[in-house]
């Protein structure tokens, strides 16, 4: 009989005995023998009398006191009732165990404690383990569908996973602060609140979903499932729980997995038919440019600042057909301070525009105004510096609004036209959706979404960034 602490706990918590009585040949672990001392409890091996568990464990065969070796765990004696034929083949089987192996059903649980396979914390390891294996069969599969930000996140969620199961082990508290790029509150919020951040509904998982979709939700109820392995684990008869930290990051990790799904759903835009009109093709997705801070001149402000007959020169071509950035460069001051190197944007235009981030704003000491490009009015001025001249600017200076361009033909694919406010949901490690997104349509356009440097950095947008329009 091998006894081990969870079973003594459970069986002695009923009756409180100060003394229990096992059969000949009984193995106890190292754990249970800590327990039994804790509690006070005698052993008493039957035929035996009352053994000393402080110095001792026991030998199966003869049912003497003897040292207790580092991984030595005995063997039965020949129980009762056995035949002739079934005393010898376990008589055989004792003897091809040499002495100083751990019997193969019981594993270690922590350092020098030994106890069956059947352990609840066995297997809650073992579900974990399984979790882990179809974390990777999911990034396979999310591989053949070109979901690489998925794949990310779910490489983030391993190393959650094993750094989960190495604190058990070693029996250290596990702290963490973020999950997919966010904090368990915000798991948590997010979780509740779908349509709020995502734009879906709480709804019950469908085929339309697709298999990106099933496979987060398949994940999310594998890693509900380790929970509650856990919980078993952890908690005690009295519902007292050793491991809250466990539980506490195993719950969360349901969330980060519905709030995946959510998430993707909201980009294929699989919504109720009853809500707003959503664009469901594969092409809903845009790729994004980051404006750094830049001025538009007028052909006037250009003579004032470097010359009359000046020509700006050509540094590089921009996305947009015939606009270009210029070689040339200014610097931009305000009451509180300047910024320089400011590029210019060619050709020039009929007024000068001035578009920098809010935080450039803050640098020169003016106030900052969002407005579409064109619009200057209630927007403040500043002094342009070039190398022939200044320009006093009255108006003209704005944070640029968030926008997308289109041609004629990609606006009608999408149902929009110019002037339409749309909802994009930036795709990144740190995704986020963007509302009152301005759409400009013109037959030369090249489609492309524009975010100003604040946008961009607040979403850390790569070169591998997409957004995906998710209503008008």
């Known amino acids: 009989m091998i006894v081990t602490e969870y079973e003594l706990r459970a069986n002695w918590h009923k009756t409180k005995e100060k003394v229990i009585t096992l059969p000949p040949g009984s193995v ?46 005995t063997w039965k004696a020949p129980r009762r009732g056995l035949n002739q034929t079934q005393t010898q083949t376990q008589t055989q089987a004792q003897r091809a165990i040499p002495p100083g192996v751990k019997p193969e059903h019981m594993t270690h649980l922590h350092q020098g404690a030994l106890v069956t396979k059947t352990h609840p914390v066995i297997a809650y390891r073992g579900q974990l383990d399984l979790f882990q294996c179809e974390l990777v069969e999911a990034q396979v599969s999310f591989e053949q569908a070109g979901e690489e930000g998925l794949i990310l996140k779910l490489e983030e969620i391993a190393t959650f996973a094993r750094d989960l199961m190495v604190h058990e082990v070693k029996e250290t508290p596990f702290q963490w602060e973020t999950l997919i790029g966010l904090t368990p509150d915000e798991l948590r919020e997010r979780s509740h609140h779908p349509k709020k951040y995502y734009g879906v509904e709480h709804t019950p998982l469908s085929y339309s979903h697709g298999l990106v979709v099933s496979k987060l939700q398949h994940l999310r109820a594998k890693s509900r499932e380790v929970e509650l392995y856990a919980n078993q684990a952890f908690t005690n008869e009295v519902g007292e729980c050793t491991r809250t930290d466990l539980i506490q990051a195993l719950n969360r990790l349901s969330s980060a997995f519905y709030i995946l799904a959510c998430e993707v759903r909201g980009r294929k835009n699989v919504e109720n038919p009853k809500e707003p009109r959503k664009l469901a093709q594969p092409d809903n997705r845009i790729s994004i440019g980051v404006s750094n801070r830049h001025i538009h001149l007028s052909q006037g402000d250009l003579f004032a600042l470097f010359g009359e007959n000046y020509v700006l020169r050509i540094q590089k071509e921009l996305s947009q057909p015939g606009q270009f950035a210029a070689q040339e460069t200014v610097t931009l001051a305000g009451p509180k301070g300047t910024l320089e190197k400011v590029r210019i944007l060619g050709p020039v235009r009929k007024s000068t525009q001035a578009e920098i981030s809010a935080t450039d ?46 041609n004629l033909e990609q606006a009608t694919e999408w149902s929009v036209k110019d002037g339409d406010r749309v909802r994009v949901q930036i795709q990144s490690k740190r995704p986020m959706i963007l509302e009152d997104v301005l759409v400009r349509v013109n037959e030369h356009y090249q489609k492309e979404m524009h975010l100003d440097l604040d946008e961009a950095n607040a979403a850390l947008v790569d070169g591998k960034t997409h957004g995906v329009l998710m209503e008008v």
Not at 367 to 396: A, F, M, Y
């Open 28 to 73: 106890i672990t190292p754990s249970a023998r800590d327990f039994i001392r804790s509690k006070g409890i005698d052993v008493q091996i039957e035929g035996n009398g009352i053994l000393d568990i402080n110095k001792t464990t026991f030998s199966s065969s003869q049912q003497t006191v003897i040292k207790h070796k580092p991984y030595e765990e």
């Open 361 to 406: 704003c803050y640098k020169l000491g003016i106030k900052p105004v969002i407005r579409d490009s064109g619009q200057h009015e209630g927007t403040p001025g500043l002094k342009i510096v070039g190398p022939q001249g200044t320009v006093e600017l009255e108006s003209g200076v704005m944070v640029a609004s968030r926008h997308i361009h289109l």
